[in-house]
């Protein structure tokens, strides 16, 4: 029988399941598997196991609450084993390497932060500060102007987007940059100019949140910046 695994600790952890519920729609209980001086917690896997919001949430519910009493090794959602003699024979045959990288996250925490800028703002304050853009843009007015106008304006207004934004994501990573052990820093989408998790020593987490709430409020109008910690260090394990 296949188990759905959520989380590796050292066998000291309380590892307190009560309450929790896994993933599934009906969900089973959680129990633990013991290798050596390693512990996982796992459940039955469910046969209708899918990216789901509900499944995501207890898959993270669970981590969380784990994490709260003690370090853990937050695996990815999804991760499936043969049977609890398999998750066995990983623990044993990978104690050094869990091990260490529990005594590495011990006593720090991951943060995540994403920023979002309003893009119907962003594009009127290009029209007010850039007189190429106001220049190509009433060229192209209703569908007038020449192909080269409508390129040269779709070229310009990107590359600005793409300075501004990126100004501003270096402003928020200068700042953080000094609070933080480690990070990673994903390319920016249309969606947000910054996506970035960053390792953070318990002791300076507050600091973190203040600083980061303080650039929130710093970056201007139309700019939004979501920060979501103190979290289990899902994206260093």
């Known amino acids: 029988m296949s188990v759905y695994v959520y989380a590796i600790s050292k066998a000291a952890h309380p590892l307190d399941l009560e309450g929790l519920q896994g993933v599934g729609e009906a969900p089973t209980e959680l129990t633990t598997v013991q290798g050596g001086e390693l512990s996982a917690v796992v459940s039955r896997t469910p046969e209708d196991l899918a990216v789901r919001r509900r499944d995501l949430e207890a898959h993270h519910e669970v981590q969380e609450h784990l994490w709260a009493d003690g370090t853990i090794l937050p695996l990815s959602f999804g991760f499936v084993a043969e049977d609890e003699a398999a998750v066995r024979a990983l623990l ?139 979290l289990p260090p899902y994206s260093f394990v």
């Open 92 to 230: 044993e045959e990978r104690a050094e390497t869990f091990s260490q990288r529990l005594d590495e996250l011990t006593g720090r925490a991951e943060f995540n932060v994403k920023g979002l800028q309003d893009e119907n703002m962003l594009l009127r304050a290009l029209l007010e500060e850039s007189e190429r853009v106001r220049e190509l843009n009433e060229a192209t007015r209703g569908g007038g102007g020449t192909y080269e106008d409508r390129v040269a304006l779709g070229e310009l207004v990107a590359q600005e987007v793409q300075n501004r934004q990126g100004a501003l994501a270096g402003e928020v990573l200068a700042a953080l940059r000094p609070l933080v052990l480690a990070e990673k820093v994903a390319p920016p989408s249309q969606q947000y100019f910054l996506s970035a998790s960053f390792l953070v020593e318990d002791e300076r987490t507050e600091e973190f949140a203040d600083v980061g709430g303080e650039l929130a409020e710093s970056l201007g109008e139309g700019v939004e910046l979501r920060l979501r910690g103190p």
